[in-house]
C-alpha cells in the first residue's frame, strides 16, 4: 500500500512563496520510487483538477503554462519526497494541492494516469 502525505500548504499574501512536500511510503518504495514519475495537482473550488507540474524517472520535468515559470518541481529520492516551490503567488493559484505517484516512468499532467494519490493540502494567496 502506498501512501503519499502532502505538507507546507498554509496562507499567504500575493507574490509570497510556499514550498510543499510530499513524502511517500510503503510498498518497498525505498526500491522502487525512483523508478516511477510523480505529479502536483490542485482543484480549486467550483473547477476541474488541474496537472501544474509532473517529474519523470529520469529528472525531466513538465508545467501547465498557468505556473510556468513561477513553480518548481523536484524530488529527493534517498528521502522519498517530492517538492513544489512555488514563487510570485496570486488568488488564482488558490486550491487545494495534491501529489500523485505514477505506476510508470514517464511524466505526464493528466491525472487519470496516476495511481496513487495524497490528502492535499490547502494553499490559500490573498491579494
Known amino acids: 500500500q502506498v501512501q503519499l502525505v502532502e505538507s507546507g500548504g498554509g496562507s499567504v499574501q500575493s507574490g509570497g512563496s510556499l514550498r510543499l512536500s510530499c513524502v511517500a511510503s510503503?510498498?518497498?518504495?525505498?526500491?522502487?520510487?525512483?523508478?516511477?514519475?510523480m505529479g502536483w495537482f490542485r482543484q480549486a473550488p467550483g473547477k476541474a483538477r488541474e496537472g501544474i507540474a509532473s517529474i519523470g524517472r529520469d529528472g525531466s520535468t513538465v508545467y501547465a503554462e498557468s505556473v510556468k515559470g513561477r513553480f518548481t518541481i523536484s524530488r529527493d529520492v534517498a528521502k522519498l519526497t517530492l517538492y513544489l516551490q512555488m514563487n510570485k503567488l496570486n488568488a488564482e493559484d488558490t486550491a487545494m494541492y495534491y501529489c500523485?505517484?505514477?505506476?510508470?516512468?514517464?511524466?505526464?499532467?493528466?491525472?487519470?494516469?496516476?495511481?496513487?494519490w495524497g490528502q492535499g493540502t490547502q494553499v490559500t494567496v490573498s491579494s
Open positions: 500523485a505517484l505514477r505506476g510508470g516512468p514517464l511524466k505526464a499532467l493528466d491525472g487519470q494516469v496516476y495511481k496513487h
Open positions: 510503503g510498498s518497498a518504495l525505498e526500491y522502487t520510487y525512483s523508478s516511477y514519475s
